[in-house]
Nanobody, 117 residues
Framework: QVQLVESGGGLVQAGGSLRLSCAAS????????MGWYRQAPGKQRELVAG???????NYADSVKGRFTISRDNAKNTVYLQMNSLKPEDTAVYYC???????????WGQGTQVTVSS
């Protein structure tokens, strides 16, 4: 069974930075996709950033130029560097992996990010 454990959330002032980490444990292989999603109160969960096994990345328009996603395949870990944070970035952030053959998805438990104005 695969477990994803997130860390790095917290409270920060607008303009500040945070770095989220998500590490997988258990029997995991062929991790094709690693991503970060977020969900603010009263809103749907949305994709923030994703990275494929080959290194290709994509970002939500709202975070382009401010957030950077990266992965360490040897550690089965994905990171999200968040700079120039804004109050509208406040949400619970979840990591999501697509892995295995056939592919299946796993989710982390979520980590709260709060940006004060």
């Amino acid at each position: 069974q695969v477990q994803l454990v997130e860390s790095g959330g917290g409270l920060v002032q607008a303009g500040g930075s945070l770095r989220l980490s998500c590490a997988a444990s258990g029997s995991i292989f062929s991790t094709n996709f690693m991503g970060w999603y977020r969900q603010a109160p009263g809103k749907q969960r949305e994709l923030v950033a994703g990275i494929l096994s080959g290194g290709s990345t994509n970002y939500a328009d709202s975070v382009k130029g401010r957030f950077t996603i990266s992965r360490d395949n040897a550690k089965n870990t994905v990171y999200l560097q968040m700079n120039s944070l804004k109050p509208e970035d406040t949400a619970v952030y979840y990591c999501h992996f697509v892995h295995g053959i056939p592919p299946r998805g796993s989710w982390g438990q979520g980590t709260q990010v709060t940006v004060s104005s």
